[in-house]
């Protein structure tokens, strides 16, 4: 659908990935380097101010070793700058290849990028210091480019206020033994109570309790709380996943777009992605990537390409961005199978959720089981697809370390249902502080802010206690609504519904992209991509290599049939042709069906785990 974001990727993939010998890098050579003293833009590497270095560093232009590089780190800098200096080339050859005919721009254009390896030939630094480099720019090209190629932009904010959730609790299901069960079963009255739902019913209570915020697009927003505390609950909501509770009070506007046009409308557009990575096992990692495009294949793809090549080009960009190339052909396995990585798993699931091309991404608790490095470079390459694509991306991690944090652009702290903060990273540690609460020794941002929410790990500076501090959720609440954060959040929220109102071009921009994005014979209704037929079709390739890859239950499947079938052979061998063997004919029919009826008893496990894959198609989440 949209060229220009296909060169994005590809950018930022050369420059997560790429081989360091074959570019020169510039490098320092200090005696003790850290991690935190990573640049963290562009402008810090080419004006040579790095943080630990000082005044004293000095570029040194020269070839990284290949045991100097650290392949599978993913560095912000180094992609933003990898991706100015390719998307500059590409640029060029963009023009000149609009003098093509579509015809020829389908073989020619592809094998003009085989000839030219950009890798190799980089652009000099006399360039980079001459032309001003703007992202915006170089992914969405000129205004008039814009124009004569039909490109939209798809960008939405989310803006919530006064939002409650409710939800059943305090029901406790006991497992009944044999004779309890036997019994219950002739207890007419109790069996009438559940059938008329006169049974054991929950308590409602509040899940979640006036929060309030806003997130524009491009910004990253980490929501902190204990387990239990709704952060859950508050991915799923602005995620627009709504089912499951008993009320949901308070708005929620997707652009100038309620919940209720936007479900309709736009489903796809916000996704959610829970703490476990619920994939087909025995499908493999370009399989997996194969199905996601197949149903969301945009219908305008760049220069009249096919959709066989567009699948295989996004597919390795992804994998070449992730450093997962070798994992192609591997099985993504589960906790029963053996196959990738948890943290090769974990990029899978990015990787699906980059081509929904949702514009709404909620993230729940999405580092769980990854090292201290893999989840760092996870929340980096989230910077990245934010940086890049301009999403909305809700992110709830638990124990994360000061460089994951640093990534985000505001931060949300939840107790027990109530919203407690909402402002920016930078000054959340010092509002907390302010509150009376003292730090530990080494002990980072997130884990001081979730622990002021703890009645059992928070600690009260000298001189303050329960008395005079806030000490639960209710004075947390308080304190925030009467501090300026609380001022500053109310003004914010007033400026972006003005500019909502204001910029009704980028809402028609978002939604002509949306039409651009259905394939041929789609209904522009539907909420999906691929038209119907295309689907079944997509689910038809994809069950066939479910169960051709599961050798294990094929060959089993296939051995017992054969075994059965050699038993009754030799045991109704040679049956009369005559009357008398007409009772026994049936016999063997009986047996032969009954068999097969208790076959399909095997496919039940995978029936009730295709089932989720179902929900997860129709209440989109990182599969697509």
Same mark, same amino acid.
């Given at each position: 659908m949209q060229a220009v974001d296909e060169l994005a990727r590809g950018a930022h993939i050369h420059g997560v990935s790429r081989d360091p010998v074959a570019v020169g890098e510039t490098v320092a050579e200090p005696a003790n380097l850290d991690a935190s003293s990573t640049p963290d833009t562009v402008e810090d590497v080419e004006n040579g101010d790095v943080k630990g270095l000082g005044s004293s560093y000095v570029p040194i232009k020269r070839e990284l070793q290949p045991s100097e590089y650290q392949h599978n780190r993913v560095s912000v800098a180094r992609a933003e700058h990898d991706f100015a200096e390719l998307s500059r080339q590409l640029s060029s050859q963009s023009q000149s290849s609009r003098k093509l005919s579509r015809i020829a721009s389908g073989g020619s254009k592809i094998s003009s990028r085989k000839e030219v390896d950009v890798e190799k030939e980089p652009a000099s630094s006399t360039d980079s210091e001459e032309e001003p480099w703007n992202l915006e720019q170089t992914l969405r090209g000129t205004k008039e480019e814009d124009i004569a190629s039909g490109i939209k932009s798809k960008r939405i904010g989310v803006i919530w206020d006064n939002l409650t959730v409710r939800g059943l609790g305090g029901v406790k299901n006991i497992v009944k033994t044999f004779p309890d069960a036997f019994v219950s079963f002739f207890n007419v009255i109790e069996t009438g109570m559940h059938l008329f739902g006169y049974g054991k019913k929950g308590r409602e209570f509040e899940i979640l309790r006036n929060s309030r915020g806003v997130a524009k697009p491009g910004e990253m927003v980490l929501v902190l709380g204990r387990p239990g505390s709704g952060c859950t609950t508050f991915l799923k909501v602005i995620a627009n996943q709504r089912f499951g509770y008993t009320g949901i009070d308070g708005e929620v506007l997707y652009g100038h777009y309620d919940f209720n046009t936007f479900a309709k409308r736009y489903r796809g557009?916000?996704?959610?992605?829970?703490? +476990?990575?619920?994939?087909?096992?025995?499908?493999?990692?370009?399989?997996? *990537?194969?199905? &996601?495009?197949?149903?969301?294949?945009?219908?305008?793809?760049? %220069?009249?390409? !096919? $959709? $066989?090549v567009f699948k295989q080009k996004v597919i390795d960009l992804l994998l070449k961005m992730f450093n997962i190339e070798h994992t192609i052909n591997t099985v993504v396995g589960n906790p029963f199978m053996r196959g990738v990585s948890g943290g090769e798993r974990k990029r899978v699931s990015i990787a699906e959720m980059m081509v929904t091309s949702a514009s709404i991404c909620a993230w729940d608790n999405t580092t769980r089981g990854l090292d201290a490095s893999t989840a760092l470079d996870y929340a980096k390459s989230l910077r990245i697809m934010t940086n890049i694509y301009k999403t909305t991306?809700?992110?709830?991690?638990?124990?994360?370390?000061?460089?994951?944090?640093?990534?985000?652009? $505001?931060?949300?702290?939840? +107790?027990?249902?109530?919203?407690?903060? /909402?402002?920016?990273?930078? =000054?959340?540690? &010092?509002?907390? =502080?302010?509150?009376?609460?003292?730090?530990?020794?080494?002990?980072?941002?997130p884990d001081y802010l979730t622990g002021c929410t703890d009645v059992f790990e928070r600690e009260y500076a000298p001189g303050r206690s329960e008395a005079n501090s806030p000490h639960?959720?209710?004075?947390?609440?308080?304190?925030?609504?009467?501090?300026?954060?609380? !001022?500053?959040?109310?003004?914010?929220?007033? %400026?972006?519904?003005?500019?909502?109102?204001?910029?009704?071009? @980028?809402?028609? +921009?978002?939604?002509?992209?949306?039409?651009? %994005? $259905?394939?041929?014979?789609?209904?522009?209704? !539907?909420?999906?991509?691929?038209? /119907?037929?295309?689907?079944?079709? &997509? *689910?038809?390739?994809?069950?066939?290599l479910i169960k051709w890859q599961d050798k294990f239950s094929l060959v089993v499947s296939w051995i017992t049939a054969i075994v059965i079938a050699i038993i009754l052979g030799?045991?109704?061998?040679? *049956?009369?042709?005559? !009357? &008398?063997?007409? /009772?026994?004919?049936?016999?063997?029919?009986?047996? @032969? *069906?009954?068999?097969?009826?208790?076959g399909a008893f095997g496919e039940l496990a995978s029936v009730v785990s295709n089932a989720v894959y179902v929900v997860l198609a129709e209440y989109p989440t990182h599969s697509a």
């Open positions: 557009e916000a996704v959610y992605n829970g703490e +476990d990575d619920i994939h087909n096992p025995t499908l493999t990692v370009g399989q997996t *990537l194969g199905f &996601a495009l197949d149903v969301k294949t945009p219908g305008k793809r760049p %220069s009249g390409m !096919s $959709k $066989k991306t809700f992110v709830s991690l638990y124990q994360a370390s000061e460089n994951i944090y640093s990534q985000f652009d $505001k931060v949300m702290v939840i +107790d027990e249902g109530r919203q407690v903060f /909402f402002g920016p990273t930078k =000054e959340a540690r &010092a509002y907390f =502080e302010g509150l009376g609460f003292v730090e530990k020794p080494r002990q980072t941002t639960d959720a209710d004075s947390l609440a308080k304190a925030f609504e009467e501090s300026r954060f609380a !001022s500053d959040l109310t003004h914010e929220m007033t %400026s972006y519904r003005q500019e909502i109102q204001s910029e009704k071009q @980028a809402f028609e +921009d978002f939604e002509t992209a949306n039409r651009q %994005s $259905k394939q041929k014979h789609a209904p522009k209704s !539907s909420v999906y991509a691929a038209p /119907f037929y295309l689907q079944v079709w &997509a *689910l038809i390739q994809r069950q066939f030799t045991v109704w061998l040679d *049956l009369p042709v005559t !009357s &008398a063997g007409a /009772f026994t004919r049936g016999g063997v029919l009986f047996i @032969a *069906l009954l068999f097969n009826a208790f």
